[in-house]
């Protein structure tokens, strides 16, 4: 028998809001594909009753707990929260992803067969090889791929798609890199943890997935949401451009 630390526990972590028409046929959906797993719906106060149909799942498929918070205060804050709470609770990888059928819980059992064979973090890419876009039009392709590229180059980063919502990461690697310190709100959350990863320098493995629009429900991304990523990643590459700048001029002194 194995011994308590090497037992592997998998939590799928879920943040909601207004997500009444998906929540349910998504947890049944996960609960088929990873039955191993358990999951944390982190609800922020959904007006649309989600947390109360994600309850009435728990209570009929077991090993889901729904943790209800107070207001609606970001996407950075319930994953800060779930993840926590992940963690307290002893779980040795945690899956993020969203809701809406964006990201298909199929490929979850990909993500965690990467970590199952040495991968830090395993995060499910548009934009290597095999990935895509179905269906999304030229502005929405043209701008998420230069906002990509805008942050690798100006981070640093060895990742394709540094704003994908699609990960599974080792319980110590989000230890490791301090997510509990992240400050961003927004999307940007994605790319501040690709930016901490970029400096862990473990290995990330990027598995190429189909990234389709949602069926149901409205789109939670805006244009303030936009501007904070975009001015985040400026802030912390400038940043570190100036700091670089700084220790050569004292090298040189």
Do not use: C
Not at 76 to 84: D, E, P, S, V
Not at 215 to 223: A, D, I, N
Not at 232 to 237: A, M
């Amino acid at each position: 028998m194995a011994a308590e630390d090497d037992v592997v526990r998998t939590l799928v972590v879920v943040p909601t809001y207004v997500e009444a028409p998906n929540i349910e046929l998504f947890l049944d959906t996960v609960r088929k594909v990873v039955p191993e797993a358990d999951i944390l719906v982190v609800d922020d106060s959904s007006p649309d009753g989600t947390a109360d149909l994600a309850q009435r799942k728990a209570d009929e498929l077991g090993r889901i707990e729904v943790m209800r918070r107070p207001v609606k205060d970001g996407l950075g804050n319930a994953y800060r929260a779930g993840f926590g709470h992940g963690l307290d609770q002893g779980y040795t990888r945690l899956v993020q992803l969203d809701v809406d059928f964006s990201h298909d819980p199929a490929m979850i059992p990909a993500l965690l067969a990467r970590l199952d064979d040495g991968a830090g973090v395993a995060i499910g890419s548009r934009y290597v090889v095999g990935g895509s876009t179905p269906n999304w039009p030229l502005h929405r392709q043209l701008l998420s791929k230069w906002g990509n590229a805008y942050a690798t180059w100006l981070l640093g980063l060895k990742i394709h798609d540094a704003t994908a919502g699609f990960r599974a990461y080792r319980a110590d690697v989000l230890e490791t890199i301090d997510f509990r310190g992240t400050i961003a709100n927004g999307y940007a959350f994605q790319m501040e943890i690709a930016y901490r990863l970029a400096g862990w320098g473990g290995r990330i493995d990027e598995v190429p997935i189909a990234f389709t629009d949602r069926v149901r429900g409205e789109s939670k991304m805006s244009s303030r949401i936009m501007a904070e990523s975009m001015l985040l990643v400026t802030r912390w590459g400038v940043r570190d451009r100036f700091r670089s700048l700084t220790k050569r001029s004292t090298a040189s002194d």
